[in-house]
């Protein structure tokens, strides 16, 4: 049906951000494209739809759905296929969707504009959503609700092939289920042919018919879902991925990371890409540059006969070493215990901690009820040890983060909350300023914490010039390249802006900015949403060596439960603002007790 032979991407400076990618997708059917940020999959996406950035090119390759070659394509033909037999979901559904228009007129609009057969109701009903969503705005749903919304419209042009760009990266673990039942059932009733762009594994476990994996630009293996699976995969990148996944079924054992990151587009080292990440390496991978064969990527797949008797004769890596954990650092963390960093000495008491919005109506917007966002909450968090928080989008977890840090307003939040002893809901002026270098927040989403006008430079050295007065210039910028590198970025980025980032890259420089003050409490709300598994493994790693080596607390605020027991000392489950399940995040985790903890652990993918 969607045949994609030999795209080449040519970006605004004249390097390939994809090269040589080949797919091929088939009615009825998902394809899984994995990867880590910036090895093409979202270029190689927008390609298709022929919806890439100003300044970036198609140079090269051939499209065709069915008999339509859509490279080819007047743009006004394309606009009308765009949308109808061929659409889209993008990753934020907040930034797709009109914050002027309600649902139903947005959903009426994709109708008009392809003659759809189904009416708006009806749309609603295909996706999930109640009659009552269609004259709402975007900003009054959930995250959920968006995504549904989001795919009503796409449906209303009844397309044959759907491509979802991480469709579920920002939602809840049962949200998340939701919206992947719901797209498996609308490919099944449909027979639509599903892209699906994921770095979940979890999520291509569950919904991938066929996956291919990209790596720098290139395909550097295609399988059999259930075949990866089952055997982990021929190509050591692959297999790599698989290593430092973390999993519900793996808890206990220790969570690997992957070293190095993916070379820049463009500047892809001689012979394999892969290459200088490879455990397994040998030296004739550095001088030649393997084709796709078998489906497979490397001059020495893990399966293939050994080239010789002696397995490191002529620089060819043994079987054995591609066969275990390749490119994964041995320096590794385990599932959380108690660390000796961890101490009795009581950074964070909360105590009847309460979040309290005013529901308005009428025209002299009078209060007529209240919204308990935050209900009695009791919380303790020692120094050296992280608490992580968890639950569904709307329980509360980020209204009690806020008020933590004095981001609410005063008239909504009561109750006590003592940092270092000091009770904090009264600070006022310079007293406030010192909790902000007390305690600092990592945000969810890094496309809207980091300032779009400022270089990287400039915005990490703003909160060191607030907060760290006693700190000149030099010291400054030498606290900055040492945290820039910490988390896995070159120095080099400093004088770029935001925009020249992945998504991945950007929350790696939001957790650099928040650990260039040196805080005692870091509140970490969904710090890795926007990660690969590969950089996850690497930032968790590096958090917990910075607690190791400071004595700091995290308040960890996460919907990735398998992450809660590597990373977690204890846990708080947390549903309609109260806290319902609290304990040893091992013990939560192995055996929850509370029906609500069940029901989560029981929705997570994978």
């Known amino acids: 049906m969607l045949t994609l032979r030999d795209l080449v991407v040519s970006l605004p400076d004249g390097r390939h951000g994809v090269d040589g990618v080949s797919l091929a997708l088939e009615a009825g059917r998902c394809l899984v494209l994995l990867g880590e940020s910036g090895c093409g999959k979202s270029l190689t996406a927008l390609s298709l739809m022929r919806l890439l950035p100003e300044g970036v090119t198609i140079a090269g390759g051939q499209a065709h759905l069915g008999a339509q070659d ?138 991938g018919d066929t996956v291919a994996v990209l790596y720098a630009g290139q395909v550097v293996e295609t399988v059999a879902a259930q075949d990866l699976f089952a055997s982990g995969g021929r190509h050591p990148y692959t297999r790599a991925l698989m290593q430092v996944t973390p999993s519900l079924g793996r808890r206990g054992q220790p969570l690997l990371s992957l070293p190095g990151s993916v070379p820049l587009a463009g500047a892809w080292p001689r012979g394999c890409r892969f290459a200088p990440r490879c455990s397994a390496v040998a030296p004739r991978c550095r001088e030649a540059s393997p084709a796709l064969e078998a489906g497979v990527r490397c001059l020495f797949p893990v399966g293939a006969a050994p080239a010789s008797p002696d397995p490191l004769q002529d620089g060819v890596p043994s079987r054995a070493a591609l066969g275990s954990s390749p490119s994964c650092a041995s320096a590794s963390f385990g599932a959380a215990t108690p660390r000796e960093a961890a101490t009795e000495a009581v950074l964070l008491e909360i105590k009847n901690l309460c979040v309290h919005y005013p529901l308005r109506r009428g025209l002299l917007q009078r209060t007529v009820d209240w919204v308990r966002a935050v209900d009695g909450v009791d919380l303790r968090l020692n120094r050296g040890e992280t608490l992580a928080l968890v639950g569904e989008s709307g329980c509360g977890k980020s209204s009690l983060a806020r008020a933590l840090l004095r981001l609410q307003p005063a008239a909504t939040v009561r109750g006590q909350v003592r940092l270092n002893g000091e ?148 846990v708080a489950v947390m549903q309609g603002g109260k806290i319902v399940e609290a304990g040893a995040a091992e013990s939560v985790m192995a055996a929850p007790q509370h029906p609500y903890t069940q029901a989560l652990l029981a929705s997570a993918p994978g």
């Open 70 to 207: 859509l490279f080819a394509l007047p743009e006004r033909r394309m606009r009308s296929l765009r949308g109808g037999r061929l659409a889209m979901v993008f990753q934020e559904p907040m930034s797709s969707l009109n914050p002027v228009m309600t649902i139903a007129a947005q959903i009426e609009e994709a109708r008009a504009a392809h003659g759809s057969r189904q009416t708006v109701a009806e749309l609603l009903d295909d996706v999930g959503l109640q009659p009552q969503h269609a004259q709402s705005y975007p900003f009054q749903l959930s995250g959920g609700q968006r995504q549904r919304a989001l795919i009503a419209m796409m449906l209303a042009g009844e397309p044959e092939v759907l491509i979802a760009d991480e469709p579920t990266t920002a939602l809840d673990v049962t949200v998340q289920a939701q919206i992947l039942r719901l797209l498996r059932d609308l490919q099944s009733r449909r027979a639509m042919a599903l892209l699906l762009i994921t770095h979940d594994l979890g999520i291509a476990r569950e919904m």
């Open 423 to 570: 009770e904090i809901l009264n600070l006022r002026g310079s007293t406030l300023q010192t909790l902000r270098r007390c305690a600092q927040i990592v945000f969810q989403d890094p496309f809207s914490s980091l300032d779009p006008r400022m270089r990287v430079g400039d915005s990490l050295e703003e909160g060191l010039q607030a907060l760290r007065p006693e700190m000149d210039s030099a010291a400054r910028r030498q606290q900055i390249e040492r945290m820039l590198k910490r988390v896995g970025l070159d120095v080099s980025a400093m004088p770029r802006y935001p925009h020249a980032f992945s998504g991945g890259q950007r929350q790696r420089l939001a957790i650099a900015r928040a650990l260039c003050i040196e805080p005692q409490l870091l509140i970490l709300d969904e710090p890795t949403s926007a990660l690969d598994v590969s950089v996850q493994a690497q930032v968790l790693a590096l958090l917990r060596e910075l607690q190791a080596e400071h004595g700091l607390a995290y308040l960890f605020i996460t919907h990735n439960l398998p992450l809660v027991g590597y990373f977690a000392d204890r």
